[in-house]
């Protein structure tokens, strides 16, 4: 099933194991374990190494190859 949630990704930041996402609709938050285990096993360096993408949609971690959409976070239980 597909959320269109419109939401655009304005900030990522990390609180110990817990990922905050703010968007331009809202600000939400979620367990890293939850949504990526590639995440949840990072290391901090790698965590803060991303970038979202031009469209405001998704992030990608190139250190540990890994992505997320707000479309699809937005489906995990926060």
């Known amino acids: 099933m597909s959320v269109n949630t419109g939401d655009k990704i304005i900030s990522v ?3 110990d194991e817990i990922i905050l996402i703010s968007t331009d609709k809202g600000k939400y938050q979620w367990k890293i374990s939850d949504v990526s285990q ?3 096993k990072a290391s901090d360096s790698d965590r803060n190494n991303f970038r979202v993408s031009p469209s405001g949609y998704g992030i990608h971690w190139p ?3 890994e992505d997320l959409s707000i479309e699809g976070l937005l489906s995990y239980p926060a």
């Open 63 to 65: 250190s540990i190859d």
């Open 13 to 15: 930041s990390f609180n």
């Open 38 to 40: 590639r995440l949840f």
